[in-house]
């Protein structure tokens, strides 16, 4: 699976954003989806995953309560709506796909990862 995120900008702290990750291949349902974040001089680190129906969200606890991840599949895209943003949510944000429909928090679990998309969040 090929996936690519989108939605990435500039934005306002407090503000809103909703960043999407598009998927090609028929077998997307297949897949688990993670979403990640690496910062300048940091390490990549996990914000959400769903589950590969959709019934299950895992999220950080940086980000519980201010994100939402959603998916349909019908349209072989996963969203991450993100609220009240901080100027400490800038970074790059990746979408990966887990083969295995884990919702795991850690990157080497995932086998593809989209080619990320900037978030910035000026306070």
């Known amino acids: 699976v090929q996936l690519q995120a989108s939605g990435g900008g500039l934005v306002q702290a407090g503000g809103s954003m909703r960043l999407s990750c598009a998927a090609s291949?028929?077998?997307?349902?297949?897949?688990?989806i993670g979403w990640f974040r690496q910062a300048p001089g940091k390490e990549r680190e996990f914000v959400a995953a769903?589950?590969?129906?959709?019934?299950?969200?895992s999220y950080a606890d940086s980000v519980k309560g201010r994100f939402t991840i959603s998916r349909d599949n019908a349209k072989n895209t996963v969203y991450l709506q993100m609220n009240s943003l901080k100027p400490g949510d800038t970074a790059v944000y990746y979408c990966?796909?887990?083969?295995?429909?884990?919702?795991?928090?850690?990157?080497?679990?995932?086998?593809?990862w989209g080619q990320g998309t900037l978030v910035t969040v000026s306070s």
């Open positions: 291949g028929r077998t997307f349902g297949s897949y688990s």
């Open positions: 990966a796909a887990d083969k295995f429909g884990g919702l795991r928090d850690t990157p080497l679990r995932y086998d593809y």
């Open positions: 769903i589950s590969r129906s959709g019934s299950r969200p």
